[in-house]
């Protein structure tokens, strides 16, 4: 008898040290939410994501050279890429910070794809800004990697790249040529500007 009291004792003890650990790590990701949603809150300035030209529009390709930028403004790669079409589509998956009444959203900038290549076909982008230990290089030196810890801004990237863990407010937006007016022209720069607040993404002649 003595001896079941005490293994149901030890279940016990594992049991309440399991959740004392589940509360601390939900308060833990409540504060990380709570800093990140007071960041973007703050941020007034718009956010340049990449810059492009379209180099050729042939009748069956297009292409275009690609450049990547963190948070901080500071270059992270650059790359061209050729796709069948006349078209560029360029997606950003925008993940809502905070409550579901309030405004701010981080912008991770996915894939490019085109008018005749689907979005599940284009080029993923998230391994030209995935960093260290899998810490998305597009938050370095920037203000959210000062306001929340690299391990939940690495768990977030993880979620958005496996397509787990965002909630129906996050989304993906496109910006591509203009189909009322003229097309991107060629070798013309371009930005990609997001608005962290209202979580809207736009092409823009590009930010000198």
């Not at 004392?20 to 994501?49: C, M, N, P, W, Y």
């Not at 022209?185 to 930005?191: A, E, G, I, K, T």
């Amino acid at each position: 008898m003595k001896k079941i009291l005490l293994f149901i004792s030890c279940i016990l003890l594992v049991l309440i040290a399991t959740v004392v650990v589940f509360q601390r790590f939900g308060q833990s990701q409540q504060e990380q939410i709570r800093q990140l949603e007071t960041a973007i809150s703050s941020l007034k300035a718009d956010i340049r994501l990449a810059d492009f030209i379209i180099t050729s529009r042939e009748s069956e390709s297009v292409s275009a050279d690609v450049i990547l930028y963190d948070y901080a403004g500071n270059r992270i790669c650059r790359f061209t890429v050729t796709l069948p079409g006349t078209q560029l589509y360029f997606d950003v998956f925008l993940v809502k910070t905070g409550s579901a009444s309030s405004d701010g959203y981080i912008a991770f900038p996915s894939r490019i794809y085109s008018d005749t290549v689907a979005p599940v076909d284009g080029i993923l982008l998230y391994d030209y800004y995935t960093a260290k230990d899998g810490f998305p290089g597009i938050f370095s030196n920037s203000f959210l990697a000062e306001a929340v810890s690299t391990e939940y801004l690495t768990e977030l990237f993880q979620k958005v790249r496996n397509g787990s863990g965002t909630d129906s407010s996050s989304f993906g937006s496109s910006v591509h040529d203009p189909v009322l007016l003229s097309r991107f022209l060629l070798n013309r720069p371009y930005s990609i500007v997001y608005h962290p607040q209202k979580g809207g993404v736009e092409v823009l002649e590009a930010m000198r």
